[in-house]
């Protein structure tokens, strides 16, 4: 019998599969609203995203009560989700009996729904907010700590499913990506190179002495390269870390 975590490694699996293949981002993002049933219990789930006219647009709903959830967040601008991408941050309703001055409107119709917990889960990308995940209770509800970064995988997976191109574009941008890989590894070999010239030391410790001033200096490893090769910062500065 499988274990909750295998159970969630299974349908992660899955759902990784899934944006390798053809499937469109809507199948990916159903996906993801099921396996939010299937190990966080959620009685319904639902994905807004923000629209390029500045409001938001409901892409999912795991049923009617979801999908009526969803539209009200939209029509009445109030609600969870609303909130967890202006703030770009996890906002949760464990009881929303207790949430009718911060959403009246939406709090009000979402009992009479018979909804009576909500989570909204930020779906970033490039560190912002572009929608939310929403997972709605017919109980009182709080998560576990495990339960939030499973939602926040989920979140992150239909975050892909979402954004990935698909056939011949796909593969275009697959090459030029392996192209792009390829040309900063020359350029962080060759800087690896200069220093162990410099150094007089193996190409393995000019790596680490490369890679070692990058997290001290916070300077991504590519941009360092580049420096060294430039010629704008001296290899002999690498050389001897620490004196």
Known sequence: MHSPEDQFSDLVAGITALLTTRHDGLTVVHAVTTACAQVLGTDAAGVLITDPRGGLAMVAASDERAQFAELLQVHTEQGPCRDCITENTLVSA????????RWPVFADAALAQGLHAVFAFPMRLLDDAVGGLNLFFTTPTELSDRQH????????????????????RRLERLAERSLTTLNERAHVNQAIGILAGTAGIDPDTARDRLAAHSITTGQPLLALARAVTGGSLDARELAAPGE
């Open 149 to 168: 970064h499973q939602a926040q995988a989920l979140t992150d997976l239909a975050v892909l499913g979402l954004t990935q191109e698909h056939d011949q």
């Open 94 to 101: 464990t009881d929303l009996r207790d949430s009718g001055s």
